[in-house]
């Protein structure tokens, strides 16, 4: 069963709810086929009664899953494993976009799937040897834990993004490889452990001015993150009097999803079908083209995502193969996350003024001077805070600026700069 979002507030409405818009630089909303089967149908019963972000439940849903379900089951791409494990940083507004209502929905529906996993969702992600410890291996009189299933929950990541950028921090290495699914090792004298078959996922919660202030070029270029989904969260209706605090109560998906995960955990290699198969091949090609600027950076892991994604739709909707459903629900959840991120690291992302004139351009193809921006704001906005504005939306390469000769002195007309189309990306990366 495949939901379109548009009805995913259509059960029920509780009274006095006001849908909320995004702005007009939000990203465009996750294609309908993002909403496939068992995860799609648990999302539409709760997203009437909360105030959270659809795509946010839906995708810490996936992850937890993924999370719960372990190493029991994978796909191979080479000599590589991949199993359901995932790494998710919700980007949105400190306190308004509702990440920690949507992660509570879900917690509250994993723990009822499989109340064995509630003791390995932990926080506080401070190093490497921290993270190794929680899944280390027996070591002589030392059993170790044993689940070796971790799922950490950071609804203040940027205190983790402090943590990696600190020289002698061990962290980033170590979730490299637990997303890599490699054994973890830590070699001390006093304490050596080792994690060789760790089922690690990440969820973290973020804005995206914290996530552009502590995102430096080294983490860019080491692949930290980019072994991270960035998924754009936002409050999506008001809801004064409240929902439902249980829409799932009496509802037998959760049944279904405790039933799924319970036979995911065994299910062991997880192929394309043909089907599958020729559409990956056709959507592979699409996923290595270099994305323009500081997304490639973070796209750069576009079809180990994809596939892993596409990994746990099959396992969540208890298939046995990989199917064209499972394939399209991932390429379109990947779609916005590409989306999202390119919205998340754009500077003018938490500079109101630079998204209106950015939107005020766009709308005025012939372009607009300094005074008759001014002007657009009966001259209420000092001639600073604009050049500031249009400083960002330069450095971010959405207005270029032109000089045009007049009667008086030069003026300098500002423009919308086009967005580069995919031919022109892939005839740019063509090049020499």
């Not at 609804?155 to 490699?182: C, M, Y």
Request: charged share 20%.
């Amino acid at each position: 069963m495949t939901l379109n979002a548009e009805r995913l507030f259509e059960e029920q409405p509780p009274r006095c709810r006001v849908i909320l818009a995004p702005s007009a630089l939000w990203p465009a909303e996750p294609g309908p086929d993002a909403y496939h089967g068992l995860p799609g149908e648990i999302v539409a019963q709760l997203a009437p009664h909360t105030e959270a972000d659809p795509v946010a439940i839906l995708t810490q849903l996936l992850v937890a899953f993924g999370a719960a379900v372990g190493r029991g089951a994978y796909f191979t791409v080479e000599a590589t494993r991949h199993h359901p494990n995932e790494f998710l940083l919700l980007v949105g507004e400190s306190a308004k976009a509702r990440k920690g209502s949507s992660w509570d929905h879900v917690a509250r529906l994993l723990a009822r799937a499989d109340p064995t996993i509630v003791a390995r969702i932990l926080s506080g992600l401070s190093s490497g040897e921290g993270l190794i410890w929680a899944v280390r291996d027996p070591i002589s009189s030392d059993p170790g834990p044993s689940d070796h299933r971790l799922l950490v929950v950071e609804s203040e990541f940027a205190s983790v993004l402090k943590q990696t950028a600190r020289e002698i921090n061990t962290l980033s290495p170590a979730l490299r490889s637990a997303w890599d699914g490699r054994p973890l090792q830590l070699l001390t004298r006093t304490a050596p452990a080792r994690a060789a078959a760790a089922h690690i996922s990440v969820i973290g919660h973020i804005t995206a001015a914290e996530l552009r202030h502590h995102t430096s070029t080294v983490e860019l270029a080491n692949g930290f993150i980019n072994r991270f989904m960035l998924i754009a969260a936002r409050r999506v209706q008001l809801l004064p009097d409240g929902g439902d605090p249980d829409p799932l109560a009496r509802s037998p998906l959760q049944q279904h999803l405790a039933q799924n995960l319970t036979n995911a955990r065994h299910a062991g290699q997880l192929r394309l079908d043909k089907s599958a198969r020729d559409l990956w091949r056709e959507g592979y090609a699409d996923l290595s083209q270099p994305s323009p600027g500081i997304t490639a950076a973070v796209s750069a892991r576009a079809e180990a995502h994809t596939i892993r994604l596409a990994l746990i739709y099959a396992l969540i909707n208890a298939a046995k193969k990989i199917t064209t459903d499972h394939l399209h629900a991932a390429l379109a959840l990947w779609a916005y996350a590409a989306r999202s991120a390119a919205w998340a690291l754009d500077p003018t992302t938490s500079d109101p003024l630079a998204r209106e004139i950015h939107a005020a351009l766009t709308h005025t193809p012939t372009g607009l001077t300094r005074t008759q921006l001014r002007d657009l704001y009966h001259r209420n906005q000092p001639a600073q805070r604009i050049d500031q504005a249009l400083a960002t939306l330069e450095h971010a390469g959405k207005a270029t600026p032109h000089r045009v000769l007049t009667a008086g002195r030069p003026a300098q007309l500002w423009t919308a700069t086009p967005a580069e189309t995919p031919a022109a990306r892939a005839a740019r990366a063509a090049q020499p």
